[in-house]
């Protein structure tokens, strides 16, 4: 069983960075891919990049790509989610969720999720 708590969002304006966090509590947190997803107002969850359990490699959507970048602290049970050069089209609740041994861009594939954190870009 993980727990997943997520934090760090706000109101920022375009162009500002911002960095989310996600606590996993439970053990064997190296074992778990982790992904973050966001879902805005009317949309589907969608998305936005994950990390390896093994080697920490990282995937990217297009749209977040040379933008964000997802890191993970093992001994802290800790993944991080950086975001630069924010857009107001990147306002969403952003969730971060974990897969045991294998990464996905699909949200089904995930078995823990956190509850989210707001996220908002203002123009």
């Known amino acids: 069983q993980v727990q997943l708590v997520e934090s760090g969002g706000g109101l920022v304006q375009a162009g500002d960075s911002l960095t989310l966090s996600c606590a996993a509590s439970?053990?064997?947190?190296?074992?778990?891919?982790m992904g973050w997803f966001r879902q805005a107002p009317g949309k589907e969850r969608e998305f936005v990049g994950t990390i390896s359990w093994s080697s920490g490699s990282t995937n990217y959507a297009n749209s977040v790509k040379d933008r964000f970048t997802i890191s993970r602290d093992n001994a802290k049970n800790t993944v991080y989610l950086q975001m630069n050069s924010l857009k107001p089209e990147d306002t969403a609740v952003y969730y971060c969720?974990?897969?045991?041994?294998?990464?996905?861009?699909?949200?089904?594939?995930?078995?823990?999720w956190g509850q989210g954190t707001q996220v908002t870009v203002s123009s």
């Open positions: 439970g053990r064997s947190f190296s074992r778990y891919a």
């Open positions: 969720a974990a897969r045991y041994r294998s990464d996905g861009s699909s949200p089904n594939e995930y078995d823990y």
